[in-house]
């Protein structure tokens, strides 16, 4: 697997005509689950498959604004769980290509709400990075809270 190291120049990539939702949508909190945080900076969890990542050139270092969504989609929250008080906060590991999320591993909180979450964030939508025209995978840490 090849790691390409980027510092200080990364330049956008976007495809003519690519348009983008902003990122401070409505979807980012309802009545019962929110976005409380979110860090790039975080060491990825053992847990993951990261067969997943071959063949894509990695990103070493998080650069303010490359890992903003410009979609994003909640996860559910069943009726079920919320009568049983499964409840709390999930960190998700997320890995994204082209605006594209390659994997997402979901590390901490409720096992219940781990799958939740890493079936919502598959489908969300970032801003593609690129060094140079070589388009790069990079890495962030989305905190989820769930209340019943």
Not at 7 to 31: I, K, M, R, T, W
Not at 83 to 99: H, L, N
Not at 122 to 140: D, H, I
Request: proline share 7%.
């Amino acid at each position: 697997m090849r790691i390409l190291f980027l510092f200080l120049f990364l330049l956008p990539y976007s495809s003519p005509g690519q348009e983008h939702q902003n990122s401070s949508d409505s979807a980012v909190e309802n009545n019962h689950v929110r976005i409380v945080g979110q860090d790039d900076k975080a060491t990825p969890p053992n847990n993951c498959d990261l067969e997943k990542l071959r063949g894509l050139s990695l990103s070493s270092v998080a650069y303010p604004g490359w890992s903003e969504p410009v979609e994003k989609v909640l996860p559910e929250y069943p009726q079920d769980l919320r009568e049983k008080g499964v409840s709390g906060k999930v960190e998700v590991t997320i890995w994204f290509y082209d605006r594209n999320v390659v994997l997402a591993c979901a590390y901490s909180g409720p096992k219940e709400l781990r799958t939740l979450v890493e079936k919502a964030v598959t489908r969300w939508k970032f801003k593609p990075a690129a060094f140079g025209n070589e388009k790069v995978c990079l890495r962030t840490v989305i905190i989820f809270e769930f209340v019943p």
